[in-house]
């Protein structure tokens, strides 16, 4: 529709966004079908997009599949593994979990901490996924808790 009636060429933005929602409705045949129509080749963006709605619809042969060729673009990116492992161990499947960890090992794969920002006074702190190296942690984790109403796992182990 974009093309024919208003004249924009969709770009890897596009596809990425309208992946992300057929997968999110679990309409993965559209979304295949977007895929191979795409005039351009698959990113991260997309297939990650996909491995996503997979892994909320439980969709583990095509959960293979985008996993795969994300690994293909990002070899040692361990992301991709550990969300297809954890989408086998929903579904009870612990030998395939077990198989995919041992290959994220053997590949010497990495995944990037999760990380944040808050701004308190003025100031923007920055920490990552159970970093408790910042010298306003326990205030951070403070301000998060008055916002969400729940004790954070790190403020627990403090």
Request: hydrophobic share 35%; glycine share 10%.
């Amino acid at each position: 529709m974009m093309v024919k009636e208003y004249g924009i060429e969709p770009q890897i933005e596009h596809y990425g966004c309208l992946i992300d929602l057929l997968g999110r409705a679990g309409r993965f045949d559209e979304a295949m079908d977007v895929v191979k129509g795409m005039s351009m080749e698959p990113d991260e963006v997309v297939w990650g997009s996909l491995l996503n709605g997979c892994k909320v619809h439980g969709r583990t042969d095509l959960a293979e599949f985008a996993a795969k060729k994300l690994v293909e673009i990002d070899p040692h990116n361990g992301g991709y593994g550990i969300m297809l492992a954890n989408i086998y161990g929903e579904l009870g499947k612990w030998d395939e979990v077990r198989n995919v960890w041992c290959k994220l090992k053997q590949q010497k794969s990495y995944k990037i901490p999760g990380c944040s920002w808050i701004e308190v006074d003025d100031k923007v702190h920055q920490f990552y996924s159970l970093d408790q190296s910042n010298p306003k942690t326990e205030e951070l984790y403070s301000v998060l808790e008055s916002l969400f109403g729940y004790q954070s796992e790190v403020m627990v182990e403090m």
